[in-house]
């Protein structure tokens, strides 16, 4: 079945240090998008990659990192620098350019827990 | 840039029928879509307009007037299970095909 996974369900890091998250999708989608959801925030951009090998800064890059070197995987880094990493991280991946709703496909979640 | 307002939290009754009402300010518009989110999961598509009007499907319809930039998403015969968070999110014009998302409607159905 085609679908976006993503991994750990739940994930529980120490303060100061870096956490990657993973994102896979087998939809063949060119784009995707990593989000984070806070109580009463709505999901907020981190990063989105249109094609393999780019990617660009959402609303709130600041603190995170990506890379984009497959098609299918979009991990994301939390690192040191981000303030208030606690919260449940959302990777999601659409088509782009096929004339169609190109509505977005979200993964389950992660939620990160920073001690 | 884009501003979405909608209600925080919303309570109905089983079997009866709900709207939720979604307003947007946006500098470019390429479309709004809703989306169910139960807690702890993750959000699922239920519908998109683009242009004027209402689209059906099922037990939930979308309505949208652009010139007034106000959406709403409208749930019959609710059922427990329409318990969640309800995502209105607006796409921004141009090529980038990222929706920016409302902070969500949680809906309380109950008996």
């Known amino acids: 079945d085609g679908g976006i996974t993503q991994s750990p369900k739940y994930l529980f890091r120490k303060e100061g240090q870096n956490v990657t998250l993973s994102c896979e999708q087998n939809?063949?989608?060119?784009?995707m998008y990593w989000y984070r959801q806070d109580p009463g925030q709505g999901l907020r951009l981190i990063y989105y990659?249109?094609?393999?090998?780019?990617?660009q800064k959402g609303d709130i890059a600041e603190g995170y990192s990506v890379s984009r070197e497959k098609k299918e995987s979009f991990p994301l880094t939390v690192t040191s620098a981000q303030k208030n990493p606690t919260a449940f991280y959302l990777c999601?991946?659409?088509?782009?350019?096929?004339?169609?709703?190109?509505?977005?496909?979200f993964g389950p979640g992660t939620r990160l827990t920073v001690l | 840039g884009q501003n979405i307002d909608q209600p925080t939290e919303m309570t109905a009754t089983e079997g009866a029928i709900v709207q939720i009402n979604c307003t947007y300010q946006?500098?470019?518009?390429?479309?709004l879509f809703w989306y169910q989110q139960h807690a702890g999961e993750a959000p699922t598509f239920l519908s998109y307009?683009?242009?004027?009007g209402l689209e059906e499907k099922g037990r939930f319809s979308s309505f949208l007037s652009r010139s007034k930039g106000y959406s709403y998403l409208l749930l019959k015969e609710l059922q427990m299970k329409d318990s969640a968070s309800y995502l209105c999110?607006?796409?921004?014009?141009?090529?980038?095909?990222?929706?920016?998302f409302g902070r969500g409607t949680s809906l309380i159905v109950h008996p």
């Open positions: 946006t500098s470019g518009f390429n479309g």
């Open positions: 939809l063949n989608h060119d784009a």
């Open positions: 999110a607006v796409r921004r014009a141009g090529g980038s095909y990222i929706p920016t």
């Open positions: 990659s249109q094609i393999v090998n780019d990617f």
């Open positions: 999601a991946s659409t088509n782009v350019g096929t004339g169609g709703i190109n509505e977005q496909f």
């Open positions: 307009n683009v242009l004027d």
